[in-house]
């Protein structure tokens, strides 16, 4: 599970962050996830080592256009490219009725190749390695945030202790890597936990966006790897984070903090904290650590590996 940062920008691109947009990349099947379409996405695309032709599902936050814009082109320029995977896109009510409209107002053909599911808090898909459920944000539209969780892997199958048994190589192998209990020719009873290590839990990235504090962020980010949250506002312009009902980096820790996650990757950055304004955004990194240490700056491009819960998390960049 990787993580790269398409745009890291709240409302307006900037020279150095364009607007909302993140891809999950899934190497061992070969599919993109993306997550928010603002508009220069597919230009960030192309800037990435990323391939277009292997996005599968696009997930969207809410109708505002810095995470939307995007879509319609991206969509268009897949299909032109001649990609003959269909690709599911899941958002707020109004999202298939806006592509469509988008769709006949430039004559554009997608055919089959789109689908559109509305979604609602709750599981809204679900396949044999992952469950992506979505929960209600506080914005001021309709917003949603989402959970991607991977399913538990059962632990390594130690083939060399099957063979001491006198276990014959076979169907049975796959049974027992499922932890089953089978029945040997001669009677005995081999149980297959006893031939498998520790079970791998499944890895959990949470992505929150558009929101204020609010116990729907802290339950999709639940004891997550990895926290996506916006943080538009440094703690200083509170005022503006409450009328415009968006996070200050402070909000942002306390989610991460009452959530007991592992990581915080902080997003969604208000342009008035570019270099050379009296406040910046390392002003932001330094409020949200004093409350949860474990804290980072998203910036485009940014490329982050999930690791493994066996392993320890570090920051990787490409």
Known sequence: MEITFLGTSSGVPTRSRNVSSIALRLPQRAE????????????????????????????????????????MGLLASIGLAGSAQD??????????????????????NLANRVRV???????????????????????????????IAEKDRPGRFDVEKANALGIPPGPIYGKLKKGETVTLPDGSKIRGQSLCGETEIGRKIAYCTDTIFCEGSIELAQNADVLIHEATFAHQDAGLAFESVHSTSTMAA??????????LLMTHFSPRYLPGNSLDISNLLEEARAIFPNTKLAYDFLTYEVPRNRQEIALGVK
């Open 254 to 263: 306390q989610v991460a903090l009452a959530a007991q996650v592992k990581l």
């Open 117 to 147: 599911h509305p979604i609602s808090p709750g599981i809204i898909y679900e396949d044999e390695e992952f469950t992506v459920s979505c929960q209600l944000l506080k914005h001021r539209i309709p917003a949603h945030g989402y959970r």
């Open 32 to 71: 993109i996830w993306l997550f928010d379409c603002g508009e220069g996405t597919q230009h960030q695309l192309l800037r990435s080592d990323l391939k277009s032709s292997q996005i599968r599902r696009i997930f969207i936050t809410h109708m505002h256009g810095d995470h939307i814009f995007g879509l």
């Open 87 to 108: 690709i599911d896109i899941y958002g707020p009510p109004g999202l298939g009725d806006y592509l469509r409209a988008c769709a006949k107002y430039s004559y554009t």
